[in-house]
C-alpha cells in the first residue's frame, strides 16, 4: 500500500478562520476587512483574450485529440524555446503536451518504470510533488543540496531521476549556466536522467543584462551552454499557468530528449492522458503571443515592488526570491509562528515546512492577489 504525506494545505483551516475574522476600523474600505490570502499561486488576472478566443473556435471537439499532441503545437513549443529560452534545437519529436504539469511531476517515475529500491532525488526544500511522484512509483526519494550529498553512490544508492526546480518553488533560486552543466555532466556519467522543472522562468526579477530589453533569463536545461549540443536523458517541464493566466486550463508539456519523450508517449497513449483538443488550441495561441506575458509579468513586479518593502519593515528577511510569484522570507523563528503573526493581521501565508523539515522557519508570501488585496495587505503591514 502506498503511504502518501497528509495534504499540507489542511492544517492552515485555523490559521485561514483567523485571518478570515480580521477587522480593524482604523484602515477604511477593503483593508480593513476580511483575510488576503497569499497563501497559493493560484492566478487570479484574467486568461488572455488571444487564448480565449482560440478555446471558443475550438468548441466543436466531437473526435479524440491526439496524445502527441498536433504538429503545429509541438513545433510552436519549440519555437517558444528558441525565442524566449534561447534553446534553437528542441526537436519537436521529443515535445509532449501534459494535462498541467503537476501530472506530470507526479507520474514522471512511474511511467519511467521506476519502483522498488530506485531512488528519486530532489532539492531539500522543494515542491512536495517530487516525493509525492517517488512514493507513488513504490521508489525511495531523497532531498539533496548538493550530489555530494548523495554521499558514495552504488547501484542502489544512484538515483534514476534528479529533479532540478529553477526558478525554484518555494524558494525563487535561479540556478545558473555553470551549476546546470555540471549537474548535467555528473548525470551522464551515472545514467541519470534529469528532469527540470522551469515553470517560473518568465517570471525572471534579475536586473536586465547589459543592453538588453529584455529582463533576466532563467537558463534552461536544455539550454545549448549546458548540454553540450545534446538533450540525451534530459527533459524539461513547464507550464503556461501562471505566464498566461491558464492554471484553469491545464495547460503544460514536457520537451528535451525524444527517446524518453518517445517512452512517456507509448505510455499516455495506453493510459488515455490526452490534452483537450480545446485546450491545445488555446495552448498554440499562447506560445505565440508574447504581448501578453509581458502584460503580465509587469503586473506581478508591481505586486513584488509593493509587497517587498512591506514585508521587511514587518521584520522578515527576504532571501533568495530572485524569480517566480513568491517571496521567501524569515524571522530567525519558527515559520509557523510567523503564519500566527500575519494571520493576525488578516495575512495568510504557506509555512516553509510545507516544502520540507530544511525549510521550517521560512515562510512562503504569493504575489497571486488582486492589487486590491495586495495594497491591504501593505497597509496592514505598515500598522504599528
Not at 483574450?49 to 502527441?68: C, F, I, K, M, N
Not at 503556461?240 to 508539456?253: D, E, I, P, V
Request: charged share 20%; hydrophobic share 40%; proline share 8%.
Amino acid at each position: 500500500m502506498i503511504t502518501l504525506p497528509d495534504f499540507p494545505w489542511d492544517s492552515l483551516v485555523p490559521a485561514r478562520e483567523r485571518a478570515s475574522a480580521f477587522s480593524d476600523p482604523s484602515l477604511d474600505g477593503p483593508a480593513g476587512k476580511g483575510i488576503v490570502d497569499l497563501s497559493v499561486g493560484t492566478p487570479v488576472d484574467p486568461t488572455p483574450e488571444v487564448v480565449r478566443e482560440a478555446l471558443t473556435a475550438a468548441s466543436d471537439a466531437h473526435g479524440y485529440p491526439q496524445t502527441w499532441g498536433t504538429a503545429d503545437l509541438r513545433e510552436a513549443v519549440a519555437s517558444w524555446f528558441a525565442r524566449r529560452r534561447g534553446v534553437p534545437d528542441v526537436d519537436p519529436s521529443g515535445v509532449l503536451p501534459t494535462i498541467g504539469s503537476k501530472e506530470l511531476v507526479a507520474w514522471l517515475p512511474t511511467i519511467l518504470g521506476l519502483g522498488t529500491g530506485d531512488v528519486v532525488a530532489f532539492p531539500r526544500v522543494a515542491y512536495p510533488t517530487y516525493d509525492v511522484g517517488a512514493r507513488l512509483a513504490g521508489a525511495t526519494s531523497v532531498a539533496v543540496d548538493a550530489l555530494t550529498a548523495l554521499g558514495p553512490l552504488t547501484t542502489a544508492t544512484t538515483p534514476k531521476v534528479l529533479w532540478l526546480n529553477t526558478p525554484g518553488n518555494p524558494t525563487g533560486k535561479v540556478l545558473g549556466v555553470e551549476h546546470l552543466a555540471k549537474v548535467v555532466a555528473w548525470a551522464r556519467d551515472h545514467g541519470v536522467v534529469v528532469a527540470s522543472d522551469e515553470c517560473y522562468a518568465e517570471l525572471d526579477w534579475r536586473p536586465r543584462p547589459a543592453g538588453s530589453l529584455e529582463p533576466g533569463t532563467t537558463p534552461s536545461i536544455l539550454d545549448p551552454r549546458v548540454t553540450g549540443g545534446s538533450h540525451e536523458g534530459l527533459l524539461c517541464v513547464y507550464s503556461l499557468s501562471k505566464q498566461s493566466n491558464l492554471a484553469g486550463y491545464r495547460a503544460a508539456f514536457v520537451a528535451g530528449d525524444p527517446s524518453l519523450v518517445g517512452t512517456l508517449l507509448e505510455v499516455r497513449k495506453h493510459a488515455g492522458m490526452m490534452m483537450p483538443w480545446p485546450v491545445q488550441r488555446a495552448m498554440l495561441a499562447a506560445l505565440g503571443d508574447d504581448a501578453h506575458v509581458t502584460e503580465q509579468r509587469s503586473r506581478y513586479a508591481a505586486r513584488r515592488q509593493a509587497l517587498r518593502p512591506a514585508v521587511e519593515q514587518f521584520g522578515l528577511t527576504v532571501e533568495d526570491s530572485e524569480a517566480g510569484l513568491y517571496l521567501w522570507a524569515t524571522a530567525g523563528e519558527d515559520g509557523r509562528a510567523t503564519l500566527e503573526r500575519l494571520a493576525a493581521r488578516g495575512i495568510l501565508v504557506a509555512p516553509g515546512d510545507f516544502y520540507g523539515a530544511a525549510g521550517r522557519r521560512h515562510v512562503r508570501i504569493a504575489l497571486t492577489a488582486t492589487d486590491e488585496r495586495i495594497d491591504a495587505a501593505v497597509r496592514r503591514l505598515a500598522r504599528t
